[in-house]
């Protein structure tokens, strides 16, 4: 073999190496994957969802800046389901919520690791929060997702569930939270809670547009915008999308 041959030899076997490499790094992280969603197909026991309660209280003021969270509410969980451990005096409410506040079809809804600190302002504590505790009920009384999902909806076809309060909206600027396995604590952003909604009207989603639209279906009826924000709740630089 020649020098050129052998060279065209050594980069069809680098090209070759680098094809399986990348084969084999693929297909562990699909199987990472489909071990996550296996794990999480199910609640896992309830303990693993519990928090000590003051590391839960900080966890919760930890998603609005003190100046809104340190005189808001605070609600931690229990195993009836949320009770209020400190009273606020400015109409907001921080909660640390559970993974069965994710979409239906999520494949981490039972991650007991999730951890989403929010603070709801006046109008969506009076309607938003209703959802959050709606779910926290069932999940609780240990309905399966399937279950949830149709008691839900049942729910709502009552009339049982409030619609968005107008000027509803939230923090969600802890760098404490864990979002799940696929987004960590995210970005910092805030979000607007409307009536159901396209995403046009906020020009949310577009190019350059800072408003996203997390357009996975739910039965609650609303709409959540999202704006990320620049900086923690603690003051610190936070990264834009």
């Given at each position: 073999?020649?020098?050129?041959s052998?060279r065209?030899?050594?980069?069809?076997a680098?090209?070759?190496?680098l094809?399986?490499m990348?084969?084999?790094?693929?297909t562990a992280?699909?199987?990472?994957?489909?071990?996550?969603?296996?794990?999480y197909?199910?609640m896992?026991?309830?303990?693993?969802y519990?928090?000590?309660?003051?590391?839960?209280?900080?966890?919760?003021?930890?998603?609005a800046?003190a100046?809104?969270?340190a005189?808001?509410?605070?609600?931690?969980?229990?195993?009836?389901?949320?009770a209020t451990?400190?009273?606020?005096?400015?109409?907001?409410?921080?909660?640390v919520?559970r993974?069965?506040m994710?979409?239906?079809?999520?494949?981490?809804?039972?991650?007991?690791?999730?951890?989403?600190p929010?603070c709801?302002?006046?109008a969506?504590?009076?309607?938003?929060?209703?959802?959050?505790?709606?779910r926290?009920q069932l999940?609780?009384a240990?309905?399966?997702?399937?279950?949830?999902?149709?008691?839900?909806?049942?729910?709502l076809a009552?009339n049982e569930?409030?619609?968005p309060?107008?000027?509803?909206?939230?923090f969600?600027?802890?760098?404490?939270g864990y979002?799940g396995?696929?987004?960590?604590h995210?970005?910092?952003?805030l979000?607007?809670h409307v009536p159901?909604?396209a995403?046009?009207?906020?020009?949310a989603?577009?190019?350059?547009?800072?408003v996203v639209?997390d357009?996975?279906?739910?039965?609650?009826?609303?709409t959540?915008?999202l704006?990320?924000?620049?900086?923690w709740?603690?003051?610190?630089?936070?990264?834009l999308l």
């Amino acid at each position: 073999m020649n020098a050129r041959s052998s060279r065209r030899f050594a980069g069809a076997a680098g090209a070759a190496v680098l094809c399986a490499m990348t084969a084999a790094v693929a297909t562990a992280v699909a199987g990472d994957l489909a071990r996550s969603a296996l794990a999480y197909e199910h609640m896992a026991p309830l303990e693993q969802y519990l928090m000590d309660p003051g590391a839960e209280i900080a966890l919760a003021r930890s998603a609005a800046p003190a100046a809104v969270s340190a005189k808001a509410t605070i609600l931690i969980l229990k195993p009836p389901g949320y009770a209020t451990a400190v009273f606020g005096t400015n109409g907001f409410t921080c909660v640390v919520e559970r993974s069965w506040m994710a979409p239906f079809d999520s494949p981490e809804f039972w991650n007991p690791k999730l951890r989403a600190p929010i603070c709801y302002n006046p109008a969506a504590s009076t309607s938003i929060l209703a959802y959050t505790l709606k779910r926290t009920q069932l999940a609780l009384a240990g309905r399966s997702r399937e279950q949830m999902l149709d008691e839900t909806r049942a729910t709502l076809a009552r009339n049982e569930l409030p619609q968005p309060a107008p000027g509803a909206m939230s923090f969600m600027m802890s760098k404490d939270g864990y979002l799940g396995d696929s987004q960590g604590h995210w970005h910092s952003h805030l979000m607007f809670h409307v009536p159901k909604a396209a995403a046009a009207t906020w020009g949310a989603n577009l190019q350059g547009s800072p408003v996203v639209l997390d357009d996975r279906p739910t039965p609650e009826p609303q709409t959540i915008f999202l704006v990320p924000v620049g900086h923690w709740s603690d003051g610190t630089e936070a990264p834009l999308l």
